[in-house]
């Protein structure tokens, strides 16, 4: 491991190599790319959680269609924009004290990686809300994993409250050079 490695190969260390091929490929893009693929995305269950998703700038609604992945990536930061059919949703991300942050509009999270098999998976550790740290008790449930199969990247992604119920959920695949 170098600083020159990608945010992922720099946190997850010697586990990166148990990741499936395709999770490494797509970890290790660098500069500006953009990935087709095909996403099914499943909306807020409460009008409260419409109301989070609508603030946190996350998908709502359901729906299955083609889906658009740009990237701009160096050892330092990457830039995630995901053009789903009815928003876009941009984050950034950087490493501090050896979590991963990702930054969602006024949301950062903090997350652990693990590599679990050959697959990834991200634990949320904290988050704030506004720069205002979200209370323990509050924390949201969060999957967040990446797979590779059949030459394709696989995520899923879900986020729920308690009291708010779902957020968003969307999962998919992405076709990765």
């Known amino acids: 491991m170098t600083t020159h490695d ?10 990166y190599d148990r990741l499936d091929p395709v999770v ?10 953009i990935l087709h ?8 269950t409460s009008i409260l959680g ?14 299955e269609e083609e889906f658009t992945f740009e990237l701009l990536a160096n050892e330092h930061e990457e830039q995630w924009t995901r053009y789903f059919p ?14 991963l942050v990702e930054r969602l509009g006024p949301v950062t999270f903090h997350f652990h990686l693990h590599a679990v098999g050959d697959a990834l998976e991200m634990e949320l550790a904290s ?12 924390k949201p449930d ?12 696989h995520f899923e992604v879900s ?11 969307y999962k998919g695949t992405l076709v990765v050079p």
């Open 86 to 99: 009815t928003t876009t949703m941009c984050s950034r991300m950087h490493i501090h004290d050896g979590e």
């Open 6 to 15: 990608s945010l992922y190969v720099q946190l997850l260390e010697d586990d």
């Open 159 to 169: 986020a729920s409250l308690p009291m708010f119920g779902r957020v968003t959920a």
């Open 127 to 138: 988050m704030t809300v506004l720069g205002v740290p979200w209370p323990r008790r509050l």
């Open 24 to 33: 490494q490929r797509f970890h290790t893009l660098r500069g500006h790319t």
């Open 50 to 63: 419409r109301c989070l998703a609508w603030f946190a700038g996350v998908p709502s609604g359901r729906t």
């Open 37 to 44: 693929g095909r996403c099914l995305i499943d909306g807020p």
């Open 142 to 153: 969060i999957l967040a994993r990446e797979t590779g199969e059949d030459g394709l990247f």
